[in-house]
């Protein structure tokens, strides 16, 4: 008997452990987000490029949409060394920072192309680590701890994305852009220093027959065909592909945007700086919180409501330029819907994750989701350079819309739960 408490104690250990490490993972996760993002948006704009090439940027990041192609190849082919997860997860990690070590030492200025060529291959380093830590967490944490881990990630990604985000430019305007995402090259490699000291998940996988056609119908067909069977998946496909159509478009030109009113680097830095940090952290507790009282569906649909207000707050901002206390007011408010909405929108999306193809089904849903920010907001630049930005954050604002209806539809049709052997979502 006086072995159980020690017992309790050592996994509670355990698990106090793996959360951390989580939040770690998730600021590795987060870091180069923003650096093939606005950070990258907000440079080139400092350099004067044209708002065309600038929305363009938004198509580089084409391997988060993408990253379900090569997804199953970190399931069904093992490194020798540090087992599956992690032997995958350490090289991309030190390849990732050398593509923004790469990237931080380009010029914009001169060679605008090959910044972007390396603003996208820091993408799609990136989106590899994200399916490798997304399978890690789902398969390293039992199901009452899945929420824990998303918010433990969630959090690690919002501070990640603060630095590589605002910490860069606050940098930038003592040290230049350069050394100021140079440093975020170091700040990477804290992703495999915590690779190091994660376990390996004691995951026991079925044989798979020899042979390229029987290992391919494994990890990439039937977990398609499994999903497109079940009722109602082509409303819930369109539901996640529009769901961000208004804040793909909006989020893309809030650098040039910021810049077009008047502020400097140091005011836009403040905006996005511990405020927006607290804000966020508080939407990931509140979305956490939310979901867990009133249901994934409700909480979607109260987020999908707050992201429409968030949109409509940029055109009061153009109306009213040079006033940094509205400035920082509407950044307040966009990080703490972005947050909700994240933790929301991907507590959704793992409900829909049959059992047997998480790992692989998760990868397609969460390529799915960034569709709109990788492919229409790539013509955002043309259209508030055509319309200007305060007619532009007003058609964002209305591009949200249509998510929200079919979002109406699923809660009515499809009501979202866990997924077991069902083929209804």
């Not at 907000?42 to 065309?52: K, N, R, Y």
């Not at 390396?118 to 890690?136: H, K, M, T, Y």
């Not at 956490?288 to 992201?307: G, M, N, P, W, Y």
Request: with cysteine.
């Amino acid at each position: 008997m006086s072995t159980i408490p020690a017992i309790s104690s050592g996994l509670a250990r355990r698990e106090v452990k793996n959360l951390a490490i989580m939040s770690l993972l998730g600021f590795s996760s987060g870091l180069p987000w923003a650096l093939s993002g606005p950070t990258l948006r907000l440079w080139m704009a400092s350099e004067h490029i044209g708002l065309g090439l600038i929305g363009l940027t938004a198509n580089i990041g084409l391997a988060y949409l993408l990253k379900f192609i090569w997804a199953p190849v970190f399931d069904e082919m093992r490194p020798w060394f540090f087992g599956r997860r992690r032997g995958w997860l350490i090289p991309v990690q030190l390849a990732l920072a050398a593509a923004i070590f790469a990237e931080a030492w380009s010029d914009p200025a001169k060679h605008v192309g090959l910044t972007l060529a390396l603003g996208a291959l820091v993408a799609f380093c990136s989106a590899s680590q994200d399916i490798i830590i997304d399978a890690w967490r789902i398969e390293s944490f039992a199901p009452r701890l899945q929420g824990a881990a998303l918010a433990g990630e969630v959090w690690g990604w919002r501070v990640a994305f603060l630095v590589s985000n605002a910490g860069v430019i606050a940098l930038s305007v003592r040290t230049g852009w350069h050394v100021a995402i140079g440093l975020m090259a170091v700040l990477a490699l804290l992703g495999p220093v915590a690779t190091c000291f994660a376990p390996e998940p004691a995951v026991t996988r079925e044989s798979v027959p020899a042979g390229f056609r029987a290992r391919f119908t494994v990890a990439v067909r039937e977990p398609l065909t499994e999903f497109l069977a079940r009722r109602g998946a082509a409303v819930v496909i369109a539901f996640i592909l529009l769901f961000r159509l208004g804040g793909a478009l909006g989020g893309t030109m809030l650098g040039p945007f910021y810049l077009s009113l008047g502020f400097n680097r140091a005011a836009i830095a403040v905006a996005n700086g511990p405020i927006s940090l607290v804000c966020g952290l508080a939407g990931t507790a509140l979305g956490a919180v939310l979901v867990a009282r009133i249901s994934v569906a409700r909480a979607l649909l109260f987020t999908a409501l707050l992201q429409v207000l968030a949109l409509c707050l940029y055109p009061v901002l153009g109306l009213f330029p040079h006033l940094p206390h509205i400035l920082l007011l509407i950044s307040a408010v966009e990080a703490f819907t972005d947050a909700f909405s994240d933790t929301a929108f991907l507590s959704y999306m793992s409900l829909l994750c049959h059992p047997e193809h998480t790992a692989t089904q998760y990868a397609l849903l969460s390529s799915l989701a960034p569709l709109a920010l990788h492919t229409v907001a790539g013509a955002s630049g043309f259209l508030a350079a055509r319309i200007g930005f305060v007619p532009f954050f007003v058609t964002a604002a209305f591009a949200a819309l249509p998510g929200i209806l079919l979002l109406l539809v699923i809660l009515r049709v499809y009501p979202p739960r866990r997924q077991r052997a069902s083929h209804t979502l």
